[in-house]
Protein backbone atom coordinates (compact mmCIF):
# COMPACT_ATOMS: atom_id res chain seq x y z
CA UNK A 1 0.00 0.00 0.00
CA UNK A 2 2.95 2.48 1.17
CA UNK A 3 4.15 1.99 -2.28
CA UNK A 4 1.38 2.21 -4.06
CA UNK A 5 1.25 5.99 -2.92
CA UNK A 6 4.84 6.28 -3.26
CA UNK A 7 4.38 5.71 -7.09
CA UNK A 8 0.81 8.06 -6.86
CA UNK A 9 3.05 10.85 -5.47
CA UNK A 10 6.11 10.69 -7.98
CA UNK A 11 3.19 10.37 -10.66
CA UNK A 12 1.36 14.03 -9.20
CA UNK A 13 5.21 15.68 -8.96
CA UNK A 14 6.28 14.82 -12.15
CA UNK A 15 6.07 18.20 -14.36
CA UNK A 16 3.02 18.03 -16.40
CA UNK A 17 4.61 19.21 -19.77
CA UNK A 18 6.54 15.92 -19.61
CA UNK A 19 4.68 13.63 -21.41
CA UNK A 20 4.11 16.40 -24.18
CA UNK A 21 7.81 17.21 -24.44
CA UNK A 22 8.21 12.71 -24.81
CA UNK A 23 5.74 12.83 -27.42
CA UNK A 24 7.44 15.62 -29.56
CA UNK A 25 11.02 14.15 -29.17
CA UNK A 26 9.35 10.46 -30.03
CA UNK A 27 7.70 12.47 -33.11
CA UNK A 28 11.04 14.79 -34.32
CA UNK A 29 13.33 11.38 -34.27
CA UNK A 30 11.09 9.34 -35.94
CA UNK A 31 10.42 12.50 -38.77
CA UNK A 32 14.67 12.59 -39.00
CA UNK A 33 14.84 8.90 -39.44
CA UNK A 34 12.59 9.41 -42.52
CA UNK A 35 14.64 9.98 -46.08
CA UNK A 36 12.51 12.96 -46.83
CA UNK A 37 13.01 14.55 -44.13
CA UNK A 38 16.31 16.27 -44.62
CA UNK A 39 14.77 17.48 -48.07
CA UNK A 40 11.44 18.40 -47.07
CA UNK A 41 13.29 20.97 -44.17
CA UNK A 42 15.55 22.24 -47.21
CA UNK A 43 12.22 22.56 -49.70
CA UNK A 44 10.27 24.69 -46.62
CA UNK A 45 13.60 26.60 -46.31
CA UNK A 46 13.85 27.75 -49.74
CA UNK A 47 10.43 28.80 -49.69
CA UNK A 48 10.78 30.93 -46.75
CA UNK A 49 13.74 32.46 -47.96
CA UNK A 50 12.63 33.21 -51.69
CA UNK A 51 9.37 34.52 -50.06
CA UNK A 52 11.19 36.83 -47.67
CA UNK A 53 13.00 37.98 -50.67
CA UNK A 54 10.59 38.62 -52.93
CA UNK A 55 6.76 38.35 -51.46
CA UNK A 56 5.40 37.30 -55.23
CA UNK A 57 6.99 34.07 -54.49
CA UNK A 58 4.15 32.89 -52.73
CA UNK A 59 1.26 34.37 -55.45
CA UNK A 60 -0.52 32.25 -57.18
CA UNK A 61 0.90 32.68 -61.10
CA UNK A 62 3.98 31.92 -59.76
CA UNK A 63 3.16 28.98 -57.78
CA UNK A 64 1.48 27.51 -61.01
CA UNK A 65 4.84 28.05 -62.88
CA UNK A 66 6.76 26.19 -59.94
CA UNK A 67 4.24 23.53 -59.92
CA UNK A 68 4.60 23.54 -63.77
CA UNK A 69 8.34 22.77 -63.55
CA UNK A 70 8.08 20.20 -60.71
CA UNK A 71 5.72 18.24 -62.43
CA UNK A 72 7.17 16.40 -65.67
CA UNK A 73 10.42 15.91 -63.35
CA UNK A 74 8.76 14.56 -60.62
CA UNK A 75 6.35 12.41 -62.78
CA UNK A 76 9.45 11.18 -64.52
CA UNK A 77 11.55 11.15 -61.08
CA UNK A 78 8.74 8.45 -59.65
CA UNK A 79 10.04 6.00 -62.32
CA UNK A 80 13.47 6.57 -62.13
CA UNK A 81 13.51 5.88 -58.30
CA UNK A 82 12.47 2.23 -59.77
CA UNK A 83 14.76 1.75 -61.75
CA UNK A 84 17.13 2.89 -59.96
CA UNK A 85 16.31 0.87 -57.08
CA UNK A 86 16.06 -2.31 -58.77
CA UNK A 87 20.03 -1.38 -59.86
CA UNK A 88 19.40 0.26 -63.18
CA UNK A 89 19.37 3.44 -64.59
CA UNK A 90 17.77 4.62 -67.71
CA UNK A 91 19.33 7.72 -70.11
CA UNK A 92 16.63 7.44 -72.26
CA UNK A 93 13.99 8.49 -71.08
CA UNK A 94 14.05 12.26 -71.86
CA UNK A 95 14.43 11.47 -75.29
CA UNK A 96 11.15 9.11 -75.22
CA UNK A 97 9.67 12.26 -73.82
CA UNK A 98 10.35 14.01 -76.70
CA UNK A 99 8.75 11.11 -79.35
CA UNK A 100 5.62 10.71 -77.48
CA UNK A 101 3.74 13.82 -78.35
CA UNK A 102 5.22 13.28 -82.35
CA UNK A 103 3.91 10.36 -82.30
CA UNK A 104 0.31 11.68 -80.90
CA UNK A 105 1.00 13.72 -83.73
CA UNK A 106 1.34 11.42 -86.51
CA UNK A 107 -1.69 9.11 -85.50
CA UNK A 108 -3.99 11.85 -84.86
CA UNK A 109 -2.64 14.07 -88.74
CA UNK A 110 -1.68 11.16 -90.92
CA UNK A 111 -3.78 7.98 -90.02
CA UNK A 112 -6.87 9.91 -88.48
CA UNK A 113 -6.79 8.03 -85.00
CA UNK A 114 -9.14 9.58 -82.53
CA UNK A 115 -6.98 11.75 -79.84
CA UNK A 116 -7.18 9.77 -77.12
CA UNK A 117 -6.39 6.43 -78.45
CA UNK A 118 -3.71 8.00 -79.77
CA UNK A 119 -2.18 8.61 -76.68
CA UNK A 120 -2.55 5.63 -75.18
CA UNK A 121 -1.17 3.82 -78.72
CA UNK A 122 2.26 6.65 -78.44
CA UNK A 123 2.49 5.64 -74.57
CA UNK A 124 2.18 2.02 -75.75
CA UNK A 125 5.38 3.00 -78.15
CA UNK A 126 6.94 4.30 -75.09
CA UNK A 127 6.82 1.56 -73.71
CA UNK A 128 8.02 -0.59 -76.09
CA UNK A 129 11.14 1.31 -75.89
CA UNK A 130 11.21 0.46 -72.22
CA UNK A 131 11.05 -3.53 -72.93
CA UNK A 132 13.79 -3.01 -75.71
CA UNK A 133 16.36 -1.50 -72.58
CA UNK A 134 14.93 -3.98 -70.35
CA UNK A 135 15.35 -7.19 -72.83
CA UNK A 136 18.57 -6.25 -73.58
CA UNK A 137 20.27 -5.20 -70.54
CA UNK A 138 18.69 -8.44 -69.06
CA UNK A 139 19.39 -11.14 -71.71
CA UNK A 140 22.03 -9.95 -73.79
CA UNK A 141 23.67 -8.72 -70.54
CA UNK A 142 24.54 -5.84 -71.76
CA UNK A 143 24.75 -2.54 -68.60
CA UNK A 144 21.68 -0.07 -69.03
CA UNK A 145 23.83 2.37 -68.77
CA UNK A 146 25.21 1.81 -72.07
CA UNK A 147 21.68 0.14 -73.16
CA UNK A 148 19.98 2.96 -72.53
CA UNK A 149 22.92 5.57 -73.92
CA UNK A 150 22.27 3.50 -77.18
CA UNK A 151 18.66 3.86 -76.70
CA UNK A 152 19.32 7.29 -76.41
CA UNK A 153 21.00 8.44 -79.85
CA UNK A 154 18.86 6.09 -81.47
CA UNK A 155 15.23 7.84 -80.43
CA UNK A 156 17.22 11.09 -80.74
CA UNK A 157 18.06 10.23 -84.63
CA UNK A 158 14.43 9.01 -85.17
CA UNK A 159 12.85 12.93 -83.72
CA UNK A 160 15.00 14.07 -85.84
CA UNK A 161 14.52 13.11 -88.99
CA UNK A 162 10.59 12.24 -88.67
CA UNK A 163 10.19 15.88 -87.37
CA UNK A 164 12.92 17.69 -89.90
CA UNK A 165 14.08 18.70 -86.98
CA UNK A 166 10.77 21.30 -86.65
CA UNK A 167 8.28 21.92 -84.25
CA UNK A 168 4.57 20.19 -84.91
CA UNK A 169 1.26 21.90 -84.03
CA UNK A 170 -1.29 20.28 -81.77
CA UNK A 171 -3.54 18.21 -83.34
CA UNK A 172 -7.03 20.10 -83.61
CA UNK A 173 -8.68 17.26 -82.11
CA UNK A 174 -6.89 17.49 -78.70
CA UNK A 175 -8.12 21.59 -78.57
CA UNK A 176 -10.24 21.98 -75.88
CA UNK A 177 -11.27 19.75 -72.87
CA UNK A 178 -8.58 17.23 -73.78
CA UNK A 179 -5.59 19.55 -73.86
CA UNK A 180 -6.35 21.33 -70.27
CA UNK A 181 -6.86 17.83 -68.50
CA UNK A 182 -3.51 16.69 -69.91
CA UNK A 183 -1.51 19.61 -69.22
CA UNK A 184 -2.53 23.31 -70.62
CA UNK A 185 -5.07 23.84 -67.15
CA UNK A 186 -2.68 25.27 -64.54
CA UNK A 187 -3.35 23.20 -61.85
CA UNK A 188 -3.56 20.03 -64.37
CA UNK A 189 -0.22 18.80 -64.21
CA UNK A 190 0.21 18.92 -60.58
CA UNK A 191 -2.79 16.99 -60.41
CA UNK A 192 -1.75 14.02 -62.53
CA UNK A 193 1.33 14.75 -60.63
CA UNK A 194 0.48 13.84 -57.29
CA UNK A 195 -1.75 10.90 -58.25
CA UNK A 196 1.41 9.27 -59.51
CA UNK A 197 3.61 9.79 -56.80
CA UNK A 198 0.84 8.30 -54.41
CA UNK A 199 0.42 5.68 -56.91
CA UNK A 200 4.14 4.61 -57.18
CA UNK A 201 4.92 5.41 -53.64
CA UNK A 202 2.67 2.57 -52.78
CA UNK A 203 3.63 0.40 -55.49
CA UNK A 204 6.90 0.59 -53.85
CA UNK A 205 6.48 0.74 -50.26
CA UNK A 206 2.93 -1.57 -49.98
CA UNK A 207 3.50 -4.09 -52.97
CA UNK A 208 5.08 -7.36 -54.02
CA UNK A 209 6.95 -5.91 -57.02
CA UNK A 210 7.79 -3.25 -54.55
CA UNK A 211 9.54 -5.62 -52.48
CA UNK A 212 10.94 -7.74 -55.06
CA UNK A 213 12.48 -4.75 -57.03
CA UNK A 214 14.22 -3.47 -53.38
CA UNK A 215 15.43 -7.36 -52.94
CA UNK A 216 16.89 -6.96 -56.59
CA UNK A 217 18.63 -4.51 -56.41
CA UNK A 218 19.94 -4.79 -52.81
CA UNK A 219 20.88 -8.18 -53.63
CA UNK A 220 20.40 -9.95 -57.09
CA UNK A 221 21.86 -13.20 -56.16
CA UNK A 222 20.03 -13.53 -53.27
CA UNK A 223 16.87 -12.90 -55.02
CA UNK A 224 17.57 -14.72 -57.31
CA UNK A 225 17.91 -17.26 -55.17
CA UNK A 226 14.61 -16.62 -53.43
CA UNK A 227 12.84 -16.95 -56.21
CA UNK A 228 12.19 -13.61 -57.16
CA UNK A 229 12.26 -12.86 -61.30
CA UNK A 230 14.73 -10.36 -61.42
CA UNK A 231 14.48 -10.49 -65.34
CA UNK A 232 10.34 -9.48 -65.23
CA UNK A 233 11.30 -6.86 -62.13
CA UNK A 234 13.79 -4.56 -64.21
CA UNK A 235 11.74 -5.49 -67.40
CA UNK A 236 8.47 -4.28 -65.99
CA UNK A 237 10.83 -1.39 -64.36
CA UNK A 238 12.18 0.34 -67.91
CA UNK A 239 8.61 0.16 -69.51
CA UNK A 240 6.90 1.84 -66.50
CA UNK A 241 9.85 4.65 -66.79
CA UNK A 242 9.68 5.16 -70.10
CA UNK A 243 5.65 5.55 -70.24
CA UNK A 244 5.97 8.00 -67.86
CA UNK A 245 8.10 9.86 -69.83
CA UNK A 246 6.39 9.56 -72.91
CA UNK A 247 3.32 10.93 -70.64
CA UNK A 248 5.37 13.72 -69.29
CA UNK A 249 6.46 14.59 -72.87
CA UNK A 250 2.92 14.97 -73.78
CA UNK A 251 1.47 16.81 -71.19
CA UNK A 252 4.37 19.33 -71.83
CA UNK A 253 3.21 19.36 -75.42
CA UNK A 254 -0.08 20.83 -74.06
CA UNK A 255 1.10 22.85 -71.78
CA UNK A 256 3.95 24.76 -74.33
CA UNK A 257 0.69 24.35 -76.94
CA UNK A 258 3.40 22.88 -79.38
CA UNK A 259 5.36 19.52 -80.05
CA UNK A 260 9.31 20.75 -79.72
CA UNK A 261 11.71 18.27 -80.90
CA UNK A 262 13.56 19.79 -77.43
CA UNK A 263 10.35 18.81 -75.40
CA UNK A 264 12.23 17.96 -71.87
CA UNK A 265 15.46 19.67 -73.19
CA UNK A 266 17.03 16.17 -74.37
CA UNK A 267 19.34 14.91 -71.89
CA UNK A 268 17.68 17.70 -69.51
CA UNK A 269 14.77 16.32 -67.96
CA UNK A 270 16.42 12.97 -67.32
CA UNK A 271 19.20 14.47 -65.50
CA UNK A 272 16.75 16.36 -63.53
CA UNK A 273 14.66 13.28 -62.70
CA UNK A 274 18.07 11.58 -61.46
CA UNK A 275 18.92 14.64 -59.60
CA UNK A 276 15.62 14.60 -57.79
CA UNK A 277 15.42 10.85 -57.20
CA UNK A 278 19.28 11.35 -55.64
CA UNK A 279 18.32 14.39 -53.78
CA UNK A 280 15.53 12.63 -52.38
CA UNK A 281 17.07 9.81 -50.61
CA UNK A 282 17.53 7.46 -53.23
CA UNK A 283 20.71 5.27 -53.42
CA UNK A 284 22.45 4.95 -57.07
CA UNK A 285 23.70 1.49 -55.85
CA UNK A 286 20.28 0.33 -55.79
CA UNK A 287 18.20 -1.36 -52.60
CA UNK A 288 16.82 2.05 -51.49
CA UNK A 289 14.79 4.78 -52.67
CA UNK A 290 11.47 6.94 -52.21
CA UNK A 291 9.41 8.26 -54.44
CA UNK A 292 8.06 10.63 -52.07
CA UNK A 293 11.26 11.72 -51.56
CA UNK A 294 12.27 12.50 -55.74
CA UNK A 295 8.95 14.38 -55.76
CA UNK A 296 10.47 16.77 -53.16
CA UNK A 297 13.47 16.72 -54.78
CA UNK A 298 12.04 17.92 -58.03
CA UNK A 299 10.08 20.93 -56.03
CA UNK A 300 13.31 21.83 -54.77
CA UNK A 301 15.14 22.47 -58.16
CA UNK A 302 11.81 23.64 -59.29
CA UNK A 303 12.44 26.21 -56.21
CA UNK A 304 15.58 27.04 -57.15
CA UNK A 305 15.66 27.99 -60.55
CA UNK A 306 12.41 30.02 -59.75
CA UNK A 307 13.85 31.83 -56.76
CA UNK A 308 16.98 32.99 -58.80
CA UNK A 309 14.64 33.80 -61.09
CA UNK A 310 12.68 36.27 -58.85
CA UNK A 311 15.82 37.60 -57.03
CA UNK A 312 17.85 38.38 -60.19
CA UNK A 313 20.61 35.63 -59.77
CA UNK A 314 22.10 34.21 -63.32
CA UNK A 315 20.88 30.67 -63.80
CA UNK A 316 24.49 29.77 -63.97
CA UNK A 317 25.02 29.43 -60.33
CA UNK A 318 22.02 26.52 -60.45
CA UNK A 319 23.98 23.98 -61.81
CA UNK A 320 27.09 24.42 -59.06
CA UNK A 321 24.04 24.04 -56.23
CA UNK A 322 22.80 21.09 -58.21
CA UNK A 323 26.06 19.48 -58.84
CA UNK A 324 26.83 20.35 -54.96
CA UNK A 325 23.67 19.44 -53.87
CA UNK A 326 23.86 15.48 -55.27
CA UNK A 327 27.20 15.28 -54.12
CA UNK A 328 26.20 15.96 -50.62
CA UNK A 329 23.32 13.92 -50.91
CA UNK A 330 25.15 10.92 -52.13
CA UNK A 331 27.71 10.79 -49.37
CA UNK A 332 24.44 11.08 -46.66
CA UNK A 333 23.03 8.17 -48.43
CA UNK A 334 26.46 5.94 -48.52
CA UNK A 335 27.15 7.25 -44.99
CA UNK A 336 23.65 6.37 -43.62
CA UNK A 337 23.35 2.76 -45.25
CA UNK A 338 26.60 2.15 -43.43
CA UNK A 339 24.89 3.59 -40.08
CA UNK A 340 21.67 1.34 -40.86
CA UNK A 341 23.81 -2.23 -41.70
CA UNK A 342 25.46 -1.67 -38.53
CA UNK A 343 22.44 -1.37 -36.69
CA UNK A 344 23.01 2.24 -35.39
CA UNK A 345 19.83 3.77 -36.86
Same mark, same amino acid.
Given at each position: ???? =?????????A?P???????????????????????????V??????????????????L? !??????????? &??A?? &?????????? =???????????????????Y?? &???I?????????????????G????????P??????????????? &?????????????E?A??????????????????????????? =?????????L??????????????????????? @??????????????????????? %? @??? !?????????????????????S??????????????????????????????? /???????? #??????????????????? /? #?? %?
Amino acid at each position: MSDT =LEVAERVEAAPPGRPTRRLLRRVGEEFLRRREASVLVVAVGLGIYFLSARSVFLSEDNLV !NIAQATAPAAI &VAAGM &VLVLVSGEID =LSVGVVAALAPFNMHYLVDYYS &VPIIPAILLALAISAAIGFVNGAVTVYLKVPSFVTTLGTLHLVTGI &VLTTSHAYPASIPEQAEGSIRSWFGAAPWSMMIWCALIVVFFH =LLLTRTRWGLHTIAVGGNLLGATEAGIRAGRIK @IGNFMMISTLGGFAGIMEAFRIN %T @IDP !NIGGGTGLMFTAVAAAVIGGTSLAGGSGTVVGAFLGALVLAELQNGFNLIGIS /ANPYFLIL #GGAILVSMIANVYLTRLRR /A #GK %T
